[in-house]
């Protein structure tokens, strides 16, 4: 089940922000979803899906455009290793 939001701006604030947004119910909704990932109610995973991405990479840019930062050490090591894996199979092909 999902739940609809709808928001009344007068026109002339609409007009206003149309100026920046183009599309002002993908601006609400990645607002939304960026502070919703910041507040730590949203998972990463649910990011993608409600936004509709793909892979980790578009998930960060749009992470980054929102000045959301959480790459962790974790991050870092998994990163690293996918990294030393990659690297240990391109070795053994030449």
Same mark, same amino acid.
């Given at each position: 089940?999902?739940?609809? =939001?709808?928001?009344?701006?007068?026109?002339? =604030?609409?007009?206003?922000?149309?100026?920046?947004?183009?599309?002002?119910?993908?601006?609400?909704?990645?607002?939304?979803?960026?502070?919703?990932?910041?507040?730590?109610?949203?998972?990463?995973?649910?990011?993608?899906?409600?936004?509709?991405?793909?892979?980790? =990479?578009?998930?960060?840019?749009?992470?980054?455009?929102?000045?959301?930062?959480?790459?962790? =050490?974790?991050?870092?090591?998994?990163?690293?290793?996918?990294?030393?894996?990659?690297?240990?199979?391109?070795?053994?092909?030449?």
């Amino acid at each position: 089940m999902a739940t609809s =939001i709808t928001l009344e701006l007068p026109e002339e =604030i609409a007009r206003r922000l149309a100026t920046k947004w183009k599309d002002l119910p993908r601006a609400a909704l990645e607002s939304l979803v960026a502070d919703g990932y910041r507040s730590e109610l949203l998972s990463a995973d649910q990011v993608r899906a409600l936004l509709g991405f793909g892979g980790r =990479i578009r998930l960060d840019k749009f992470l980054k455009h929102h000045g959301v930062y959480d790459y962790t =050490i974790d991050d870092y090591e998994a990163d690293l290793a996918t990294l030393r894996t990659g690297r240990t199979k391109h070795r053994r092909r030449h």
